[in-house]
Nanobody
Protein backbone atom coordinates (compact mmCIF):
# COMPACT_ATOMS: atom_id res chain seq x y z
CA UNK A 1 0.00 0.00 0.00
CA UNK A 2 1.19 3.51 -0.83
CA UNK A 3 -0.14 6.64 0.85
CA UNK A 4 0.03 10.00 -0.88
CA UNK A 5 -0.47 13.46 0.59
CA UNK A 6 -0.67 16.54 -1.61
CA UNK A 7 -0.17 20.18 -0.70
CA UNK A 8 0.33 23.53 -2.38
CA UNK A 9 -2.93 24.22 -4.11
CA UNK A 10 -4.65 27.59 -3.97
CA UNK A 11 -6.17 30.46 -5.91
CA UNK A 12 -4.19 32.63 -8.30
CA UNK A 13 -4.86 34.99 -11.14
CA UNK A 14 -4.17 34.06 -14.73
CA UNK A 15 -0.48 34.22 -15.45
CA UNK A 16 0.42 33.31 -11.91
CA UNK A 17 2.25 30.29 -10.60
CA UNK A 18 1.87 27.56 -8.01
CA UNK A 19 3.94 24.65 -6.79
CA UNK A 20 2.30 21.39 -5.76
CA UNK A 21 4.00 18.79 -3.58
CA UNK A 22 3.19 15.16 -2.96
CA UNK A 23 4.80 13.04 -0.29
CA UNK A 24 4.61 9.27 -0.58
CA UNK A 25 4.83 6.78 2.26
CA UNK A 26 4.21 3.10 2.80
CA UNK A 27 5.34 0.34 0.44
CA UNK A 28 7.64 2.51 -1.59
CA UNK A 29 10.34 0.92 -3.64
CA UNK A 30 12.76 2.31 -6.17
CA UNK A 31 10.44 1.31 -9.01
CA UNK A 32 7.54 3.61 -8.17
CA UNK A 33 6.25 6.06 -10.75
CA UNK A 34 4.48 9.16 -9.48
CA UNK A 35 2.49 11.79 -11.24
CA UNK A 36 -0.20 14.42 -11.29
CA UNK A 37 -3.69 14.21 -12.66
CA UNK A 38 -6.51 16.72 -12.59
CA UNK A 39 -10.26 16.77 -12.80
CA UNK A 40 -12.40 19.79 -13.50
CA UNK A 41 -16.13 19.84 -12.71
CA UNK A 42 -18.07 17.90 -15.31
CA UNK A 43 -14.94 16.57 -16.98
CA UNK A 44 -13.01 13.34 -16.87
CA UNK A 45 -9.83 12.97 -14.91
CA UNK A 46 -6.84 13.63 -17.14
CA UNK A 47 -3.12 13.04 -16.86
CA UNK A 48 -1.02 16.15 -16.40
CA UNK A 49 2.53 14.96 -15.81
CA UNK A 50 4.31 11.86 -14.57
CA UNK A 51 7.89 10.99 -13.82
CA UNK A 52 9.50 7.58 -13.99
CA UNK A 53 11.63 6.05 -11.26
CA UNK A 54 15.37 5.99 -11.64
CA UNK A 55 16.19 8.01 -14.74
CA UNK A 56 13.29 10.37 -14.11
CA UNK A 57 11.81 10.32 -17.58
CA UNK A 58 8.92 12.77 -17.75
CA UNK A 59 5.60 12.70 -19.55
CA UNK A 60 3.38 15.74 -20.06
CA UNK A 61 -0.05 16.44 -21.43
CA UNK A 62 0.13 18.65 -24.50
CA UNK A 63 -1.94 21.30 -22.76
CA UNK A 64 0.73 21.91 -20.10
CA UNK A 65 3.97 21.43 -21.99
CA UNK A 66 6.24 24.42 -21.56
CA UNK A 67 4.28 25.66 -18.54
CA UNK A 68 4.40 22.80 -16.02
CA UNK A 69 7.47 20.98 -14.75
CA UNK A 70 7.44 17.77 -12.75
CA UNK A 71 10.40 16.82 -10.60
CA UNK A 72 11.17 14.44 -7.77
CA UNK A 73 13.27 14.15 -4.66
CA UNK A 74 13.87 10.44 -4.29
CA UNK A 75 15.43 10.76 -0.86
CA UNK A 76 12.31 12.50 0.42
CA UNK A 77 9.83 10.37 -1.57
CA UNK A 78 8.38 13.61 -2.88
CA UNK A 79 7.24 14.72 -6.29
CA UNK A 80 6.64 18.33 -7.26
CA UNK A 81 4.64 20.09 -9.95
CA UNK A 82 5.82 23.58 -10.75
CA UNK A 83 3.11 25.44 -12.65
CA UNK A 84 3.68 28.79 -14.35
CA UNK A 85 1.65 30.91 -16.75
CA UNK A 86 -1.51 29.44 -15.28
CA UNK A 87 -4.72 29.75 -17.24
CA UNK A 88 -8.36 29.63 -16.11
CA UNK A 89 -8.68 26.29 -17.91
CA UNK A 90 -6.09 24.87 -15.49
CA UNK A 91 -8.68 25.17 -12.73
CA UNK A 92 -9.30 21.70 -11.31
CA UNK A 93 -8.74 19.36 -8.41
CA UNK A 94 -5.20 18.08 -8.76
CA UNK A 95 -4.43 14.57 -7.61
CA UNK A 96 -1.14 12.86 -6.96
CA UNK A 97 -1.03 9.24 -8.07
CA UNK A 98 1.47 6.40 -8.02
CA UNK A 99 2.03 3.00 -9.57
CA UNK A 100 4.85 0.51 -9.65
CA UNK A 101 7.15 0.08 -12.65
CA UNK A 102 6.01 1.87 -15.78
CA UNK A 103 4.73 5.41 -16.21
CA UNK A 104 2.18 7.09 -18.44
CA UNK A 105 -0.75 9.48 -18.41
CA UNK A 106 -3.60 6.98 -18.24
CA UNK A 107 -5.30 7.47 -14.88
CA UNK A 108 -6.77 3.96 -15.00
CA UNK A 109 -3.29 2.48 -14.63
CA UNK A 110 -2.70 4.06 -11.23
CA UNK A 111 -3.91 2.23 -8.11
CA UNK A 112 -2.75 4.74 -5.50
CA UNK A 113 -4.25 8.20 -5.14
CA UNK A 114 -4.06 11.16 -2.82
CA UNK A 115 -7.04 13.19 -1.65
CA UNK A 116 -6.40 16.03 -4.04
CA UNK A 117 -5.62 19.72 -3.79
CA UNK A 118 -7.68 22.44 -5.44
CA UNK A 119 -6.16 24.83 -7.96
CA UNK A 120 -8.28 27.79 -9.02
CA UNK A 121 -7.14 30.26 -11.66
CA UNK A 122 -9.18 33.41 -12.16
CA UNK A 123 -9.17 35.55 -15.27
Amino acid sequence: QVELVESGGGSVQAGGSLRLSCVASGSIYSNICMGWFRQAPGKEREGVATISPGAGRTYYADSVKGRFTISQDNAANTVYLEMISLKPEDTAMYYCAARHFSCGLNSGDYPYWGQGTQVTVSS
